[in-house]
């Protein structure tokens, strides 16, 4: 289709109506639940795209990325407390710290079966909530921390409105996006790719695999740790159970992912997308019956896994594939008639 | 010197129901090649049944094992029959995401029925102990152990004795040599991990007379049974057990030293040390 | 003038260094679990040589190429590169200095099409853009440019064997390890990937060590063969001798005729 010069084919068509899409919430009532709902699905795609990162493009799965984010959220949030270190000082902080985490617990596991890796993330995000809970000299302990509220301003990454949160939130989902896209495009694709299908094969093609898992692995823990800044300055409170929990984090953002489509760079907002809205309305609605959400969440996941485990986007592919099969049939079909 | 033999002592005594209930992981890996997340979940199971027994049967909990193991045996199996089954041949990330569900879903399903409240038995010997050379035992420790020890044998017995033990024995050591010696796979797969998750509830039953019970439980065990089978050697039947000796002992002797609540941190330390030293685990030699 | 001068100068700095062959390998053996998959086995390869390693079944000759390329640790023994050192090395490094090898039952990365397959390997001399010419030029020499987007897992089995070679010519080794990459191929087929290798020996200066179950193609593709039985280096010589060894001929259990001669009868 033709306008004024410019074409516009499918893909721009959704891209343009993304970017609309994304402006949105700008107009909503900041002080609104729904504009909190939007900013938290997009928080999560944030999470669930670094999660990618590692899971979908290095096919390592973490099982325990609640530890990265929690390190994130506690390392900047304690800088700011403690030192009055600038939060967005204190991101990139937590993103070391969570970066060099990886690479502590990488070391070991990256020569042994995927399955490690899964056991002792799992068994990293449980421990660092031990510890938070029980060093309260240094993590305020299992009450959790209080970001006091101070002056508003840019530098203490405290703002009057909630649509500033908004923006800062679409800001890091565009950063650890940007960052997966680069990854999963260019020479360095191909070579994670490779190193997905046949590990063995790449390392003889010349791949250094355990680098490269390192490497990505590691960007996924920093971006992790920069989503637990951003939550914690968004939320102004967080205890070590629920940053660091293994349903509520470590899990959700994995299973994100695996619903929108694992190492796909839509995946985690299509995901986001169901999951969080679905899980506030089980919240809301069903509040007094304990255990309900997760529930609800466990059934999706493994429903997920059984029917879809490549995610929606490779189902509507699919889907597509097989209408467009179909039409080339009828049309062969017409042409053999004549 | 006495407080530290009474501390060997209590280790043994707990390693071995250690050693029982992740003998089931251990045996589902090696057979299945798939690691159960939610194989502590069952543990939880267990107790919860053999609580249910005791509380509208009156059946002591250690009585009580036959009746848990068959419930927890056949749930298993129809889990296996229904999940499991469909991503045996499925990529790694859908068997750990699946088993992840599954422990979520047990967990928040129990909480559903039962609530959130701490269950507990009464039981006459719940506080009595034995005193031999100044050491103490406790007699609920003992009859858990002693229970241990008798399950452990049942299940040798089966795997060595019986045809269907030996045909597990050949499913996990060569798949396709099973299947031309007339094993039917796939029934071997169901009732490996039926018999691997009633052993781990069998495992939680015996110690409900020293325990309570709530739906969390199961994830307090969760590191502990990892670090067992890591010890011994993801699949090593005979190494979990083991491992589970090494574990009891570890975290009674260092609860000598360290607040209780520390104990799985070290268990932590433990566990990727054998990772990044010594991964086939403690039994078999570099 | 001019290469009488380079010649000269070769034979100066060969009689300064001692003459280096591409590929020494000096007594390794490998173990599993006390079995002896490999045991003392040494032999040289020089600069555009194609040595063949023929051998029964459970000789050790896949054990043999991975233990070469690093897939495989060694117990004892070693192995020297272009004079340097690189058993030991990962498989990556070992390919960065020029040797890979094949799979003998395609490892190729699925869910991507020929040409990317290629192109990854490419990459570890090649910036994105002339991996992807150089790949194009490889696939063209070897007959696969019409399949060049078509997914690996959709190809025959012949189109695999030949993308595992275009895969591992790619990364432009010096020295490449073929294993079984004709196994599946019918004999005029057969011909034509000898005519290729012979080819690329000439035009890109590789050497090859071989492993195939064929004989016409060892006996038409390589200069010298390598007879491994039960791990052990049994004997070393052209074909013509290696035909006419006695040892070799008992090793497969038979008459020459059924050993070197056999696709002639048949």
Request: aromatic residues 10%.
């Given at each position: 289709?033709k306008?004024k010069g410019?074409t516009?084919?499918a893909?721009?068509a959704?891209?343009?109506?993304?970017a609309?899409?994304?402006?949105?919430?700008l107009?909503m009532?900041?002080d609104?639940?729904?504009?909190?709902?939007?900013s938290?699905?997009?928080?999560?795609a944030a999470?669930?795209?670094?999660?990618n990162?590692?899971?979908g493009l290095a096919?390592?799965?973490?099982?325990?990325?609640?530890?990265?984010?929690?390190?994130?959220?506690?390392t900047?949030t304690?800088l700011?407390?403690?030192?009055?270190?600038?939060?967005?000082a204190?991101?990139?902080a937590?993103?070391?710290?969570?970066?060099?985490?990886?690479l502590?617990?990488?070391?070991p596991?990256?020569?042994?079966r995927?399955?490690?890796?899964?056991?002792?993330?799992?068994a990293?995000?449980?421990?660092l909530?031990?510890?938070?809970?029980?060093?309260?000299?240094l993590t305020?302990?299992p009450t959790?921390?209080t970001?006091p509220?101070?002056?508003p301003?840019?530098?203490?990454?405290?703002?009057?409105s909630?649509?500033s949160?908004?923006?800062?939130i679409?800001?890091l989902f565009a950063v650890?996006?940007l960052?997966?896209w680069?990854?999963?495009?260019?020479?360095m694709g191909f070579?994670?790719?490779a190193?997905?299908?046949?590990?063995?094969?790449?390392e003889v093609?010349?791949?250094?695999?355990y680098r490269?898992k390192?490497g990505t692995?590691?960007v996924?823990?920093?971006t992790?740790?920069?989503?637990g800044?951003?939550y914690?300055?968004f939320?102004?409170f967080?205890?070590?159970?629920s940053?660091?929990?293994?349903t509520?984090?470590?899990?959700?953002?994995?299973?994100i992912?695996i619903?929108?489509g694992?190492?796909r760079?839509?995946?985690p907002?299509?995901g986001a997308c169901i999951?969080?809205p679905?899980d506030?309305i089980a919240?809301?609605?069903?509040?007094d019956?304990?255990?309900?959400?997760?529930?609800?969440?466990s059934?999706?996941?493994?429903?997920?896994?059984i029917?879809?485990p490549?995610?929606l986007?490779?189902?509507w592919?699919?889907?597509r594939r097989?209408?467009?099969k179909?039409?080339?049939?009828?049309?062969g079909?017409?042409a053999g008639?004549? | 010197?006495?407080?530290?033999i009474q501390s060997?002592?209590?280790?043994?005594?707990?390693?071995?129901?250690?050693?029982?209930i992740?003998i089931g992981?251990?045996?589902?890996?090696g057979?299945l090649?798939?690691?159960?997340?939610?194989q502590?979940?069952?543990?939880?199971?267990?107790?919860?049944?053999?609580?249910?027994?005791w509380?509208?049967?009156?059946?002591?909990?250690i009585?009580?094992?036959p009746l848990t193991?068959?419930v927890?045996?056949i749930i298993g199996?129809?889990?296996?029959?229904?999940l499991?089954?469909?991503?045996?041949?499925?990529p790694p990330v859908a068997?750990?995401?699946?088993?992840v569900?599954l422990?979520?879903?047990?967990?928040?399903?129990?909480?559903?029925i039962?609530?959130?409240s701490?269950k507990s038995v009464?039981?006459?010997y719940?506080?009595?102990?034995?005193k031999?050379f100044g050491l103490?035992?406790?007699?609920?420790y003992l009859?858990?152990?002693?229970?241990?020890?008798?399950?452990?044998i049942?299940?040798w017995?089966?795997?060595?004795?019986?045809w269907?033990?030996?045909?597990?024995?050949a499913?996990?050591?060569?798949?396709?040599?099973a299947v031309?010696?007339g094993?039917?796979?796939?029934?071997v797969?169901?009732?490996?991990?039926?018999?691997?998750?009633a052993l781990t509830?069998i495992?939680?039953?015996?110690i409900l007379?020293?325990?309570t019970?709530?739906?969390?439980v199961g994830?307090?065990?969760?590191?502990?049974?990892?670090?067992?089978?890591?010890?011994?050697?993801?699949?090593?039947?005979a190494?979990?057990?083991v491992?589970g000796?090494v574990?009891?002992v570890?975290?009674?002797l260092?609860a000598m030293?360290?607040?209780?609540?520390?104990?799985n941190?070290i268990?932590f330390m433990v566990?990727i040390?054998?990772l990044?030293f010594?991964p086939?685990?403690?039994?078999?030699e570099? | 003038?001019?290469?009488d001068l380079?010649?000269?100068l070769i034979?100066?700095?060969g009689?300064f260094?001692g003459?280096v062959?591409?590929l020494e390998v000096?007594?390794?053996?490998?173990?599993?679990?006390g079995?002896?998959?490999?045991?003392?086995?040494?032999?040289t390869?020089?600069?555009n040589?194609?040595i063949?390693?023929?051998?029964?079944?459970?000789?050790?000759?896949?054990?043999?190429?991975n233990s070469?390329v690093?897939?495989?640790k060694?117990s004892?023994g070693?192995?020297?590169?272009?004079?340097k050192?690189?058993s030991?090395h990962k498989p990556h490094?070992i390919a960065a200095a020029g040797?890979?090898?094949t799979f003998q039952n395609?490892?190729l990365?699925?869910?991507?099409?020929?040409?990317?397959?290629v192109i990854t390997?490419a990459?570890?001399r090649?910036?994105?853009?002339?991996?992807?010419q150089?790949?194009?030029k490889?696939?063209?020499?070897?007959?696969l440019y019409e399949v060049?987007?078509?997914?690996v897992?959709?190809l025959?089995?012949?189109q695999?064997a030949l993308?595992?070679?275009?895969?591992?010519?790619?990364?432009g080794?010096?020295?490449?390890?073929?294993?079984?990459v004709?196994a599946?191929?019918s004999p005029?087929?057969?011909d034509?990937?000898i005519?290729?290798?012979?080819?690329?020996?000439k035009s890109?200066?590789?050497s090859?060590?071989v492993?195939e179950?064929?004989?016409?193609?060892i006996?038409?593709?390589?200069?010298r063969?390598?007879?491994?039985?039960?791990?052990k280096k049994l004997?070393?010589g052209t074909p013509q001798?290696i035909?006419k060894?006695?040892?070799?001929?008992?090793a497969?259990?038979?008459?020459?005729?059924?050993?070197?001669?056999?696709?002639?009868?048949?």
């Open positions: 289709m306008f410019v516009l084919n893909r721009t959704v891209y343009l109506c993304l609309v899409a994304f402006l949105i919430p107009g009532d900041p609104g639940y729904l504009l909190r709902i939007v938290m699905v997009v928080l999560f999470m669930a795209q670094a999660w990162i590692v899971g096919n390592q799965l973490s099982l325990g990325h609640a530890a990265f984010f929690g390190l994130g959220a506690y900047s304690l700011f407390i403690r030192q009055g270190i600038s939060p967005w204190g991101m990139l937590g993103g070391v710290v969570a970066a060099v985490a990886m502590l617990l990488s070391i596991l990256f020569r042994l995927g399955h490690y890796f899964a056991l002792a993330t799992l990293f995000a449980e421990v909530k031990i510890i938070a809970i029980h060093f309260a000299d305020e302990g959790g921390i970001i509220y101070g002056e301003s840019f530098a203490n990454f405290q703002f009057e909630n649509t949160y908004y923006v800062v679409v800001a650890v996006s960052i997966f680069k990854l999963s495009t260019g020479a070579r994670l790719r190193i997905r299908e046949n590990e063995q094969a790449a093609s010349g791949i250094d695999t490269i390192l692995s590691m996924s823990a920093f992790m740790g920069m989503c800044t951003v914690a300055q939320t102004y967080f205890d070590p159970e940053i660091f929990s293994m509520g984090i470590s899990v959700r953002v994995a299973l992912c619903i929108g694992m190492g760079l839509w995946g907002l299509i999951l969080i679905l506030e919240v809301n609605t069903m509040s019956v304990a255990g309900l959400g997760p529930f609800v969440t059934v999706i996941l493994i429903a997920a896994i029917y879809e490549r995610g986007i490779s189902a592919e699919r889907l097989r209408a467009q179909k039409h080339a049939a009828q049309s079909q017409a008639a004549v | 010197m006495l407080a530290f060997l002592l209590d280790g043994i005594l707990l390693g071995g129901i250690y050693g029982v992740s992981l251990s045996l589902v890996f057979v090649g798939i690691v159960n997340f939610a502590a979940q069952f543990m939880m199971l267990g107790m919860y049944a053999a609580w249910f027994a509380d509208s049967l009156g059946l002591d909990p009585l009580g094992v193991g068959a927890i045996f199996y129809a889990i296996e029959k229904l499991l089954q469909p991503v045996l041949k499925a068997q750990i995401f699946l088993t569900g422990m979520i879903l047990l967990e928040n399903a129990v909480l559903l039962f609530g959130s701490f009464v039981v006459s719940q506080q009595s102990g034995l031999i103490f035992i406790s007699v609920p009859f858990a152990f002693s229970a241990a020890v008798i399950v452990c049942a299940l017995l089966f795997l060595s004795k019986t269907f033990g030996r045909a597990i024995r499913t996990a050591q060569d798949e396709n040599a031309l010696c094993v039917n796979v796939k029934q797969y169901a009732l490996t991990f039926a018999v691997g998750v509830a495992g939680g039953a015996v007379p020293y325990m019970v709530s739906p969390t994830g307090q065990f969760a590191i502990l049974m990892f670090t067992v089978v890591v010890l011994g050697g993801l699949g090593n039947v190494g979990a057990l491992g000796l574990v009891g570890i975290q009674s260092s030293v360290l607040p209780v609540q520390l104990q941190l268990l566990f040390g054998i990044a010594k086939e685990g403690l039994l078999k570099a | 003038m001019k290469t380079s010649k000269e034979g100066i700095t009689e260094k003459h062959p591409l000096s007594g390794i053996s490998v173990t599993f679990g079995l002896h998959a490999l045991s003392d086995v040494s032999f390869v020089e600069p040589e194609i063949g390693i023929i051998g029964p079944n459970g000789a050790g000759k896949t054990t043999l190429f070469l690093g897939l495989q060694l004892s070693h192995v020297n590169f272009d004079g050192r690189i030991g490094s040797m890979t090898k395609s490892a990365f699925p869910g991507m099409s020929v040409l990317d397959n390997a990459l570890l090649n910036p994105l853009k002339t991996a992807r150089e790949s194009e490889v696939l063209k020499k070897l007959g060049k987007d078509t997914d897992a959709d025959t089995f012949p695999k993308t595992e070679l275009a895969r591992g010519l790619a990364s080794p010096r020295l490449l390890l073929l294993d079984e004709m599946a191929l005029s087929e057969m034509d990937v005519g290729v290798i012979k080819e690329i020996r890109m200066s590789v090859f060590l492993v179950h064929h004989m016409r193609a006996m038409a593709l390589c200069d063969l390598i007879v491994l039985n039960f791990g004997a070393e001798e035909a060894n006695p040892q070799v001929v008992e497969y259990l038979g008459s020459s005729a059924s050993v070197l001669g056999g696709e002639h009868a048949a």
